[in-house]
């Protein structure tokens, strides 16, 4: 029986987002900020979390701007923030619900890297109040990993996703990437069938890109290693909706599928512009001050004594460039409550790409036919032309 999808309208609350910089080891592909410093915990966990609470309380708590905002999701990102001691999550936890007005359904999730996870560590962080999971598998295969210095235990990688047959976290996720050189299609389709097989409620599957500043951008640059399969990717790209539809599994954004009701409450925030309280060095912010971007570097985090200027939204360009990245219908009418000057224009570029053939749209809800992912970039940036 055909799922049929929600229609996304603004929500209106906010989301909380948590960057703990620390990993065993910096992955090449990677352009969030983030410091390997091998499989120690770090010294400098507990100054980094007193640090988020003086910024919490300077930035929201208090400020008359943000009285009126309503936090439901919480999201610890990184880096990998499955290194940080649970008891320093839980305590972390219970100091946002003492001092932010946190909505009692939060979403709260933790990103984990397969290396940490284990039935102990899952129920310390449900004990904690982390009610979400997702799981940074990347790929199953040994020979993709180490093309993408991503640290991994053979022994157990496997394995991995067996712990939550016994959680109380019954919502968890894993990421699977794409287009590694030398990566043949049917091992991707061989490991995501072992995430699906595992019983997730979501699945992010990126293509490998090329992002400046990484060390996989000055190798390929240079020669010393190849780019992304993209012939492999378009095929994928254009492939996965159907096969996970067949699943039980619906696009709702460019590389994200869940399963009815089990999309990422926080990440959606990103793409409907909405507020959010971004903490931890190379973090971001939105919140009705403006737009902000803390130090990428954990040291001058730790050190600042004055936060950063806010900068004004872009509210046209940023809703147009994230807002038409999601595959769920879209009921417009709020957002364009935001962009009144740009409303009639933007409706009239819909309305072609209805006629094209590629969306459909009423007037009221926009949605993106499955085959425009493809070529969605170039469909999103004619949207955006002024």
């Known amino acids: 029986m055909e799922t049929v999808s929600p229609i996304l309208e603004k929500s209106g609350k906010s989301g909380i987002y948590v960057h703990y910089p620390f990993c065993v080891k910096k992955c090449s592909y990677c352009d969030f900020y983030s410091e390997g410093i ?7 966990e507990a100054p980094l979390f007193r640090a988020y609470e003086e910024e919490i309380l300077h930035r929201v708590a208090g400020n008359r ?25 839980a305590k972390f936890i219970i100091f946002l619900k003492n001092n932010l007005p946190i909505e009692e359904d939060a979403e709260i999730t933790l990103e984990c890297n397969p290396e940490d996870l284990n039935p102990e560590l899952l129920r310390e962080l449900h004990d904690a109040g982390v009610n979400r999971v997702h799981v940074g598998i990347q790929s199953y295969q040994g020979t993709h990993l180490n093309f993408l210095d991503r640290y991994y235990d053979p022994e157990t990688y496997s394995k991995v996703l067996d712990s939550f047959s016994g959680s109380s976290i019954r919502n968890f996720g894993a990421d ?49 290693v190849p780019p992304p399969e993209e012939e492999i990717q378009e095929r994928i790209l254009q492939d996965l909706p159907e096969i996970l539809r067949k699943r039980d599994f619906f696009q709702y954004e460019v590389s994200n599928y869940s399963r009815p009701g089990f999309q990422s409450r926080h990440n959606l925030k990103y793409w409907t512009y909405e507020y959010y309280l971004g903490v931890g060095p190379g973090a971001h912010g939105f919140l009705p001050q403006g737009r902000y971007a803390n130090a990428r570097n954990t040291q001058a985090y730790l050190k600042r004594k004055e936060y950063g200027s806010y900068e004004p939204p872009s509210p046209f360009e940023e809703i147009v460039l994230s807002l038409f990245r999601i595959f769920l219908p879209i009921r417009l009418d709020g957002f364009l409550a935001l962009i009144p000057e740009h409303a009639e224009e933007l409706k009239k570029k819909l309305q072609k ?34």
Do not use: N
């Open 65 to 89: 701007s943000c009285k009126d905002l309503r936090f439901d999701t919480v999201f610890f990102g990184g880096g990998t923030p499955s290194k940080a001691s649970p008891e320093r999550i």
């Open 38 to 44: 091998g499989s120690e915990p770090s010294p400098l």
């Open 176 to 224: 699977l990437m794409f287009g590694v050189p030398g990566q043949r299609e049917e091992e991707f389709y061989s490991d995501m069938e072992r995430i699906l097989s595992a019983g997730v409620s979501h699945i992010s599957l990126y293509a490998l890109t090329v992002e400046k500043g990484t060390d996989y951008s000055r190798k390929v640059s240079d020669g010393i």
């Open 353 to 386: 790409k209805s006629e094209a053939g590629i969306a459909t749209w009423d007037g009221s809800v926009f949605r993106w036919k499955p085959e425009a992912v493809l070529f969605l970039d170039s469909e999103i940036l004619d949207l955006a032309k002024g």
